[in-house]
């Protein structure tokens, strides 16, 4: 019996059923290993910024992005004060002369006060002796203005008319407002210390410190 084209036949069988188990195969392992995989598809910066995955970032980082970057320096407006005084609390004499605090202004960093001199029986000139003490260590500033050593007397040179008051002489000094109260030596022979002090309305009072007991 001639077996010879069964052979061939079945030889045909066995190769498909071959390719078959491959196929099958390779199948399996995408359908057991492939499940999980996905093609990531690039994202546009506003798909990024709605998706849902999205980071929360520190409370820090978020106020550091809302911080103040301008270069400007702050301003600080301090109050201007004023007083007038009727009846000054504060007076001395040097010689012949005599003087008296009429009033005060407070405005930013310059305070000045208003000197009222008067001249005794003879025409002189009137030294500038009045200091700023600006320190713990004593350390004494002459006003900023005028930068003359005498009062002016509202006259083309510094010698007054005998017996005669010259009100309001403006001597301007440059302090720190916020170290109120002012220190002020009168100097010369009467040496007065006095003190200046702004008030809660708006004020400004000058008088001699109290001493302690």
């Avoid at 188990?21 to 506003?46: K, M, N, S």
């Avoid at 980082?61 to 609390?89: E, L, M, R, Y």
């Avoid at 001199?117 to 009137?126: E, N």
Wanted: net charge negative; with cysteine; glycine share 8%.
């Amino acid at each position: 019996m001639n077996f010879r084209g069964h052979n061939i036949t079945l030889n045909k069988v066995l190769i498909v059923l071959g390719c078959l188990a491959v196929v099958l195969g390779i199948t399996a392992y995408i359908v057991i290993f492939g499940a999980g995989t996905q093609v990531v598809q690039p994202q546009t910066a506003e798909q990024a910024t709605s998706s849902t995955g999205t980071f929360t970032f520190p409370s820090s980082t978020a106020a550091s992005s809302t911080q103040n970057t301008s270069t400007t320096p702050a301003t600080t407006t301090f109050q201007t004060f004023a007083s007038n005084f009727a009846s000054p609390s504060v007076t001395w004499t040097e010689g012949q002369s005599s003087f008296a605090i009429s009033g005060a202004t407070l405005a930013g960093n310059e305070l000045t006060l208003m000197v009222n001199v008067t001249l005794g029986d003879i025409p002189q000139c009137v030294p500038i002796n009045l200091r700023f003490i600006s320190d713990e260590q004593g350390d004494m500033i002459a006003p900023a203005s005028p930068t003359e050593t005498n009062f002016a007397l509202g006259t083309s040179t510094c010698e007054g008319t005998p017996n005669t008051l010259y009100p309001g002489e403006p001597l301007t000094f440059t302090v720190d407002p916020t170290n109120a109260p002012f220190l002020f030596l009168t100097g010369g022979t009467s040496n007065v210390y006095f003190e200046v002090s702004t008030t809660t309305t708006g004020g400004i009072d000058v008088a001699i410190p109290q001493q302690a007991g």
